[in-house]
């Protein structure tokens, strides 16, 4: 069991310490625009992923926006974006990024991107802008990355196992939910959960290509009966039975590799793309960095904090480090700073069993957080990824 630990522990290191992870955000930001209720004085700290949703709250034009991100690589991936926007027409950026595939991608980049990146970002283009360019193996740059690769994965038993392609698309396109769940009950359902896929599912290594850690899929076999394979199983009927897949962006370009003018993420849509090439990218910066590591050197105050699962991660053996970053998170909240996170488990109490002072005295996080569960709770409901086992709202107390 040991040398088992050893193996997954390995593996999972050297997924994310050596890929891009994430081609896009897997977090609801409809979600956390009621969460956080951003203004025009908010100074808001995310962890980057794929940077859609670090663009999607500078849409409400708050002071600014710090993209955050140990993985250089997601950091790349959001200046390649802002680049784009700065550079590029709205058709070629749509096929980019809206489409996934630019064929004449080398003679956009180095004629317009290359120059327009930082450094660091230069450099890891100068490898992999090819993931753009689309092909027989990789068609989509949404099929790139290592949770490209389980898309992919999931594409080629779409296609080649179960033979449930039309059937996908005729979901997709349903024209109501009543359709729609038609659909899934009747045709889908049986097709898709063939006992390969639920071994699969149970797998630390295929999920450690989408960005679980084994801390998290250890909480949800704990709190979830049936463990993660059933999780994911009744995450996944609730999405394709329950909720419209009409705006589901998140899923579509999984399992299409594109997403479509209609349902895209906000800044691929036309008129905002015009609002960035406005001037309004500016508000948005990245920081290759821990969270910790940044708030140190951060001379100012945050006000908004978007923690996405990463304290899933830290949740065993690194609580210390934990409990070090909401030390910092304290030591520079501004007053009336709102906090969300989300767990892959159905509880994630050891958060508020972090240490910290405050105000000279010592407390632990759940002293300073006041929770909004009732609204956590509604919205928790309606997210359209639906993969999450809990979401958290929080207020924190000021000093």
Not at 15 to 25: D, F, I, K, Q
Not at 95 to 100: A, K, P, T
Not at 140 to 146: D, E, I, N, Q
Not at 353 to 381: F, M, T, W
């Amino acid at each position: 069991m040991k040398m088992i630990e050893w193996l997954n522990t390995r593996w999972f290191r050297f997924v994310h310490g050596n890929n891009l992870v994430y081609n896009t955000c897997w977090e609801d930001p409809r979600l956390d625009h009621v969460a956080l209720q951003l203004t025009p004085d908010d100074n808001v700290l995310v962890i980057t992923s794929a940077g859609c949703n670090a663009l999607d709250y500078a849409l409400k034009s708050p002071n600014h926006v710090y993209a955050v991100d140990m993985n250089p690589r997601q950091n790349a991936l959001l200046e390649l974006k802002k680049a784009a926007i700065r550079t590029l027409d709205y058709e070629t950026f749509f096929q980019m990024f809206g489409e996934g595939r630019l064929p004449y991608t080398d003679r956009v980049y180095d004629a317009k991107l290359r120059d327009a990146l930082p450094t660091d970002a230069r450099k890891y283009w100068d490898r992999h802008i090819g993931f753009f360019k689309g092909g027989r193996i990789r068609p989509s740059f949404y099929f790139c990355g290592t949770s490209g690769l389980f898309a992919r994965t999931i594409n080629f038993y779409v296609d080649r196992i179960a033979n449930i392609r039309n059937e996908v698309m005729d979901i997709l396109n349903a024209p109501s939910l009543d359709v729609q769940k038609q659909i899934y009950e009747e045709k889908l359902r049986e097709k898709f959960w063939k006992p390969y896929i639920r071994w699969m599912l149970r797998r630390d290594a295929t999920l450690a290509i989408v960005g679980v850690p084994k801390p998290q899929r250890v909480q949800v076999e704990k709190d979830y009966e049936g463990g993660i394979a059933r999780f994911v199983e009744d995450c996944l009927d609730a999405v394709f039975a329950k909720l419209p897949l009409q705006d589901n962006y998140f899923w579509r370009v999984y399992m299409t590799g594109r997403y479509t003018r209609s349902c895209c993420p906000e800044y691929l849509k036309e008129e905002n793309f015009y609002k960035f090439k406005g001037g309004l990218i500016d508000k948005v910066t990245t920081h290759t960095a821990s969270i910790l590591d940044f708030l140190k050197k951060h001379n100012g105050t945050i006000s908004r904090y978007v923690l996405l699962d990463h304290m899933d991660w830290l949740s065993t053996n690194h609580f210390p480090i934990l409990e070090q970053e909401w030390q910092a998170i304290v030591d520079r909240a501004a007053p009336g700073t709102k906090v969300i996170y989300r767990s892959g488990g159905l509880k994630a109490d050891f958060v508020d069993q972090a240490k910290i002072r405050q105000n000279g005295k010592n407390c632990k996080v759940g002293d300073v957080l006041h929770y909004h569960p009732e609204l956590a709770s509604e919205l928790h409901v309606k997210d359209r990824v639906h993969t999450y086992g809990s979401f958290y709202i929080a207020d924190l107390a000021s000093a």
